[in-house]
């Protein structure tokens, strides 16, 4: 269930010049005072603070690889964080600014689905989603309204907010004894960023800051004076668009702006750390962290005080069993459906002409010393591991236990394809068969890097311990170059 305080009301219209969008969250106004202008206090987090808890630009990021011991993120690690950054919902605000994935494929729609009901299990208020985000969840999910978390979008087209029963914003109002803080929360997509001519015309938006600026004077606030009882807030969930955002730093009744960013950490934005101005932060990547935004009970009208805290969710945290059912429930669709064995499921990229994979036995026939050393090593055993966690029908994790997975004549299943299970020579060494065919031809030149897969979110240790990790695997006889 959402917070109690929340009251959705879809019959509820407003009616703009050219801008109509159904108003589904209704908050009574209080006093709490506002400022003109916001200061923050950096990892100054106090538990006479409400709080704002933002989350977003996952990429597809359910949980991480699991190959390695230390690495941040999963959204089953997130609910023990959640009750104790904000152990009051009715004095908090739980937000992902999407997105919540970054392909259109079919794992990526398995992904959607998943997330959707997690962000809905950790009792989100809102999320914001792409437009293509939008389009999968109405047209392709059979996901009712209840079963996921309310979806803002700011500046759709009045039909089309109706069509996807969208909200226009939400407003909340926290809670804490006598102290009561109304929240407003707008959601806005660059529509200069949809390049698909099909999508551009299929979800129709209107000027953000146009939008943004009519929908704050549907309720009673003026767009060019900071208000007083009122916390504004906007989710830009859009790619990196810095005029975009310098335009809607202009507006005085906004008080924080939530962008992607491209650091890996959320940040603090420069202009946020003087006093004047709203406070811009991004959320970081990937689902690695949490954002908290304090904001300090009882505050006078000058002197917004506000907290920023980003807090790593890293593998000690604890697993919320009942999103760990969610992610194993995704699992066993990714079984289901066999996306791995299915030619169409996963791009395949082709071979040169002629070229194949043969396996690594294939492969033992001349370099029997080299195979037998291969053979004691994890890199022979890659596929047990998956096997292990339970892992060996995600194409994500395949892809790098087993040779050439995302080639045409690769990995496709242990009945059809077991000598191309695990990390054999041909994922470093590329196909042999025209090696076999020609031996005499230069093999070396088909050589890949180990960071295809040792890369910085699937081996975070690989970069600095470069020669441990070759030890580790070192099959050849003589000095390596």
Same mark, same amino acid.
């Given at each position: ?170 407003? #909340?109002?926290?809670?804490?004894? #006598? ?20 999508? &551009?015309? #299929? ?6 800051? &146009? ?51 491209? &650091? ?141 997975? #995302? ?75």
């Amino acid at each position: 269930m959402m917070n109690g305080n929340i009251k959705n009301n879809s019959s509820i219209y407003l009616l703009l010049s050219t801008f109509v969008a159904a108003l589904s969250a209704v908050y009574v106004v209080t006093s709490c005072t506002h400022p003109t202008a916001i200061k923050c206090r950096p990892n100054q987090a106090s538990s006479e603070d409400f709080v704002l808890l933002f989350t977003g630009n996952w990429a597809g990021h359910l949980e991480p690889c699991g190959c390695t011991d230390v690495q941040l993120g999963g959204i089953d690690r997130r609910t023990q964080t959640i009750l104790k950054l904000a152990p009051d919902p009715c004095a908090s605000l739980l937000l992902d600014a999407g997105p919540l994935i970054d392909r259109q494929d079919r794992q990526s729609q398995l992904k959607f689905e998943t997330f959707l009901y997690s962000l809905r299990q950790l009792n989100y208020d809102a999320v914001s989603l792409t437009p293509q985000e939008i389009i999968l969840l109405r047209e392709n999910l059979a996901l009712a309204s209840d079963q996921h978390s309310p979806v803002i979008c700011s500046n759709l087209s009045p039909d089309l907010m109706e069509k996807y029963s969208l909200m226009p914003f939400l407003r #909340k109002t926290l809670r804490c004894d #006598k102290f009561r803080l109304d929240c407003l929360i707008f959601a806005l997509w660059d529509p200069r960023q949809i390049s698909e001519p099909h999508l &551009a015309e #299929k979800f129709l938006l209107q000027e953000p800051v &146009a939008a943004m600026k009519e929908l704050l004077t549907a309720q009673n606030l003026s767009p060019d004076q900071p208000t007083t009882d009122t916390l504004v807030i906007v989710m830009l969930s859009t790619l990196n668009n810095d005029n975009l955002t310098q335009e809607l730093l202009q507006i005085p009744a906004l008080d924080v702006l939530v962008t992607r960013g491209s &650091a890996e950490e959320p940040e603090l934005c420069p202009h946020g750390r003087n006093s004047h101005g709203p406070l811009e932060l991004t959320t970081g990547q990937l689902g690695k962290y949490i954002t908290r935004v304090g904001v300090p009970f009882g505050n006078s009208p000058h002197d917004m005080n506000l907290s920023f805290d980003p807090v790593a969710i890293d593998s000690a945290f604890p697993r919320d069993p009942a999103v760990v059912d969610l992610i194993d429930d995704y699992q066993a669709r990714l079984k289901l459906e066999n996306l791995i064995e299915d030619e169409f499921a996963i791009p395949r990229s082709p071979l040169s002409q002629g070229d194949r994979f043969l396996g690594s036995f294939v492969c033992a026939g001349c370099h029997l010393e080299i195979y037998e050393t291969w053979k004691k090593s994890n890199h022979s055993h890659a596929m047990d591991t998956l096997e292990h966690v339970k892992r060996n029908f995600d194409p994500e994790c395949v892809a790098c236990h087993t040779v050439g997975m #995302k080639y045409e004549g690769g990995y496709r299943s242990m009945k059809k394809t077991a000598h191309l299970a695990n990390v054999g020579c041909e994922m470093c060494h590329g196909p042999g068969g025209r090696h076999l065919d020609n031996p005499s031809g230069d093999y070396r030149r088909f050589f890949t890097s180990c960071e295809q897969c040792h890369d910085h979110e699937n081996s975070p240790a690989f970069d600095a311990n470069r020669e441990e990790y070759i030890r580790k695997i070192q099959h050849w006889p003589d000095s390596r170059n």
